[in-house]
């Protein structure tokens, strides 16, 4: 087993340290460019979860109001039903007639297994941290496949399958099996794809690519095995994971002198016009309430999303940001009902590719925007791929992607 490459300072020095020390933090260091060179070494731990109705009813709830939410049940014919709130605030059951997972929400499923004393001084885990000075975290886009049988390539990662999975052991959980939501035993398997260095000389960002995949699982299935058959050489390639997910974390140095939070945009000055005449919309204004929620659901304790004084006098920013995977969320979301509406309920989300480029805050307007690539009417309605965008409270693009639309 590798060892983590970062030895983690305690909480209580850590902070003084990097304050102080930071002017010492060269790239041209050999001990720093070593640390960043073997992170994608570094070996994390896997994250268990018993897939039961709770955590995606509990963020349907949180959701209901700001986007329309989909449920889809397992019937013979999936046939999600759309509502502007969940159709009951009673739990699923887990027993009689199982809901699938819907997209995005493996995202409040198997949290980070990291103790508090683990946690850096904003609240973020260590699972990716590169090390000082590079201590302050953004989200800076990623991408997301869901496993279908009937069309496997969801998108441009690739059609390949990884078929040295034979292990014994791997007859106890069958090959892409559903994320039915019936209580049965899954993994999140996470790695560090790669590690680059962009920004000049004292001003660098560290990015971080993760890739996340997600497969059932047996009861007592030895961790080797599962290693073997979930991860994958290439990300193109699918092993026995029915998602996966790419994130893009972008690790900066600690603003030095005053920080003033008192702008619109806490330093992105630069506005991207948005795309025009979208074929679909959806106008909300996340709430304080949404993101603690969400905060607490994925179990995450960044005091970006929570603190309105750190987020002001430490990061610069006039108010608490929009989690990135909180707005993964709301698109994919509202996304899935526009086209479950508009195909009868045949059309699913294959997968998603995006980039955040401007923050978003709470209490702000934020508006969800789609349009279809060309035409996709002869392989269904809403088939194909549509251009995905999120507008900021001026109209600016915040973040942009790309979804592919397949039916089932």
């Known amino acids: 087993m590798l060892a983590n490459t970062f030895k983690r300072p305690s909480i209580s020095a850590l902070l003084p340290r990097i304050i102080h020390s930071q002017s010492r933090h060269s790239l041209s260091s050999s001990a720093l460019r070593t640390q960043l060179d073997q992170l994608p070494q570094r070996r994390i731990p896997l994250f268990y979860d018993y897939l039961t109705p709770q955590q995606s009813h509990l963020l349907n709830l949180s959701l209901s109001g700001f986007v329309p939410t989909t449920a889809t049940f397992n019937d013979a014919q999936p046939q999600p039903t759309t509502t502007t709130t969940p159709t009951t605030s009673t739990l699923p059951s887990s027993a009689l007639n199982p809901p699938l997972m819907p997209a995005g929400h493996h995202l409040v499923y198997f949290p980070p297994q990291v103790p508090t004393s683990q946690l850096l001084p904003d609240g973020t885990d260590t699972l990716h941290y590169p090390g000082p000075p590079f201590n302050r975290r953004m989200w800076a886009g990623g991408w997301v496949r869901w496993y279908n049988s009937n069309n496997n390539n969801n998108g441009n990662k690739g059609n390949k399958d990884n078929n040295n999975v034979n292990d014994h052991n791997a007859a106890k959980a069958p090959r892409h099996k559903p994320l039915l939501l019936d209580g049965q035993r899954a993994v999140c398997m996470e790695g560090i794809r790669d590690v680059s260095v962009k920004g000049k000389e004292g001003d660098e960002k560290v990015f971080v690519g993760v890739e996340r995949r997600v497969a059932v699982v047996g009861e007592g299935e030895d961790e080797e095995v599962i290693r073997r058959r979930v991860w994958t050489k290439d990300e193109g390639e699918w092993g026995d994971a029915v998602v996966v997910e790419r994130r893009n974390l972008v690790f900066m140095r600690d603003r030095e002198g005053m920080v003033d939070g008192g702008g619109d945009d806490g330093g992105f000055r630069r506005v991207v016009k948005a795309p025009t005449n979208p074929d679909f919309s959806h106008l909300l204004i996340p709430s304080r309430s949404l993101l603690f929620r969400f905060s607490a659901l994925t179990f995450n304790a960044h005091s970006i999303h929570l603190d309105p004084s750190y987020a002001r006098d430490v990061e610069g920013y006039p108010d608490v940001l929009v989690h990135g995977p909180l707005t993964l969320t709301l698109m994919l979301t509202a996304f ?73």
């Open 336 to 408: 899935q009902s526009h086209i479950s509406d508009i195909s009868a309920g045949q059309a699913v989300i294959g997968s998603i590719e995006y980039r955040n480029l401007a923050p978003l805050f709470v209490e702000r307007e934020m508006r969800i925007c789609a349009k279809q690539k060309g035409n996709g009417e002869s392989a269904g309605a809403g088939a194909g791929a549509w251009d995905i965008w999120v507008e900021g409270p001026e109209g600016g693009l915040a973040v942009k992607g790309t979804v592919h639309v397949l039916y089932q």
